[in-house]
Nanobody
Framework: QLQIVESGGGLVQPGGSLRLSCAASGLTLDYYAIGWFRQAPGKEREGVLCISSSGSTRYADSVKGRFTISRDNAKKTVYLQMNSLKPEDTAVYYC?????????????????????WGQGTQVTVSS
């Protein structure tokens, strides 16, 4: 059973940066696509970025040019680097894993595709 724990959230001023980490335990990450999702109060959960096990990435338009995703399979960790943060980025950020052993290029921003979820970490962008 794969377990996921997010960390790195907090309070940051507009224009600032944060790096979130998604640490997995229990199984190797080698065949999992990883997605970052977020949910703001009163809004639906939305996909932010995802990365396939081969390293292919997809970004939501709202974060292109500001957020990047990377993975270190040896450390079983995926990172979300968030720069130029805006108040509208305020949300609980979730990491999720999708087991894809037959297609290492597959990764999508559809939450329904993901099997394992972390508990989330709060990101607040405010002055």
């Amino acid at each position: 059973q794969l377990q996921i724990v997010e960390s790195g959230g907090g309070l940051v001023q507009p224009g600032g940066s944060l790096r979130l980490s998604c640490a997995a335990s229990g199984l190797t990450l080698d065949y999992y696509a990883i997605g970052w999702f977020r949910q703001a109060p009163g809004k639906e959960r939305e996909g932010v970025l995802c990365i396939s096990s081969s390293g292919s990435t997809r970004y939501a338009d709202s974060v292109k040019g500001r957020f990047t995703i990377s993975r270190d399979n040896a450390k079983k960790t995926v990172y979300l680097q968030m720069n130029s943060l805006k108040p509208e980025d305020t949300a609980v950020y979730y990491c999720a894993a999708d087991y894809r052993p037959d297609d290492r290029n597959y990764a999508v921003l559809n939450a329904n595709e993901y099997d394992y979820w972390g508990q989330g970490t709060q990101v607040t962008v405010s002055s």
